[in-house]
Structure formats: C-alpha cells, structure tokens
Nanobody
Framework: VQLVESGGGLVQAGGSLTLSCAAS????????MGWYRQGPEKKRELVAT????????NYADSVQGRFTISRDNAKNLMYLQMNSLKPEDTDVYYC???????????WGQGTQVTVSS
C-alpha cells in the first residue's frame, strides 16, 4: 500500500485547510485509517482515526470539534478537514493505514502544515 498526502501549506490562525490522502496498491485488508502529526523533537501523535467499514471516528482531545476525518472507500481517499487552526497545530501531518489482522501499518511521506499567529 502506498500513501500520498496533499493539501498542506501555510495558513493564518483561525483559518482552514483540508488534507487528502490517496492510497494505491492492495488496500483490501486495510481496516483502520488515520492522521498523525509530528513536530521537531516531538513524538508522533494521533490526530484522528476512522474505520474503513463503519466509518467510526476517534479524535485527539486537542482537535475535537475543530477537525473532521472522512473517507471515500470507492476512491481510496481519506480527508482531514481542519478548521479554527491554531499555531500549535503546526506540524508535519502523516496519513496512516492499518491492517490490524496482519499487524501492518503503512505511512505516507507527510505534508507540512504551518499556522501563523
């Protein structure tokens, strides 16, 4: 499975961005997808996840109510709508797809999001 993120950039505080993740390859066994973020000298942290089947979502407390994760299974796309962005949201955002049965995680190359104050 190959993952490619897009949509990052520079935005002012209070603004919005939408990230996209395009998956290719054998995605049949993928059951959970998500977005993570990581800054310099920081641990990679979960932002949001969504199950492929039911679409059940889960959010980090820091983004709850501001970010929305969604997916389009027919097109192998996943999105992260980010509203009311804050400077502390500045990070590299990574797309993740997981095959929990086989215990395999796939990662994209990351896309930079920078929020100016």
């Amino acid at each position: 499975v190959q993952l490619v993120e897009s949509g990052g950039g520079l935005v002012q505080a209070g603004g919005s961005l939408t990230l996209s993740c395009a998956a290719s390859g054998s995605t049949f066994s993928i059951d959970v997808m998500g977005w993570y973020r990581q800054g310099p000298e920081k641990k990679r942290e979960l932002v949001a996840t969504i199950t492929k089947g039911s679409g059940t979502t889960n959010y980090a407390d820091s983004v709850q109510g501001r970010f929305t994760i969604s997916r389009d299974n027919a097109k192998n796309l996943m999105y992260l709508q980010m509203n009311s962005l804050k400077p502390e949201d500045t990070d590299v955002y990574y797309c993740m797809h997981a095959d929990r049965i086989n215990r395999v995680h796939y990662w994209g190359q990351g896309t930079q999001v920078t929020v100016s104050s």
